[in-house]
């Protein structure tokens, strides 16, 4: 998947929120032929791993944009796998999860890439 995918993905979803604006905004910087980190999992076992991290003690929801949204968003996709992925971008972390046929978007979020200090 490349940056270009995954800004048709954002633009072809039709949603007008802050999490796919601004990882719209991010990505028009970007080389579009850049790859994009990819992968397909269960959908069960993604949306457990997200209850976890987003219910821990001490998360502050205002530190990811779109994150008010994932569960729910992912509580309403009623397939048996899941895709996500995502880059990062001037450290910010702009993932998303999808249909595995990368014609649906599930979510959205962007966050700081807290992968290096």
Not at 37 to 55: F, T
Not at 99 to 111: M, N, Q, R
Request: aromatic share 10%; glycine share 10%; proline share 2%.
């Amino acid at each position: 998947m490349q940056v270009k995918d995954m800004v048709y993905l954002l633009t072809s979803s039709g949603r007008d929120d802050d999490a796919v604006n601004l990882a719209l905004e991010l990505l028009r910087g970007v080389n579009q032929e850049t790859i994009v980190s990819y992968w397909e999992s269960d959908a069960n076992k993604i949306l457990k791993i997200y209850r976890l991290r987003l219910g821990r003690e001490g998360f502050d929801p205002k530190s990811i944009v779109g994150s008010e949204r994932i569960l729910s968003d992912m509580s309403n996709f009623h397939e048996e796998k899941i895709a996500g992925g995502g880059l990062t971008i001037s450290g910010r972390a702009v993932g998303f999860f999808c249909s595995v046929d990368k014609e649906f978007l599930v979510s959205c979020f962007v966050g700081i890439d807290r992968r290096f200090p």
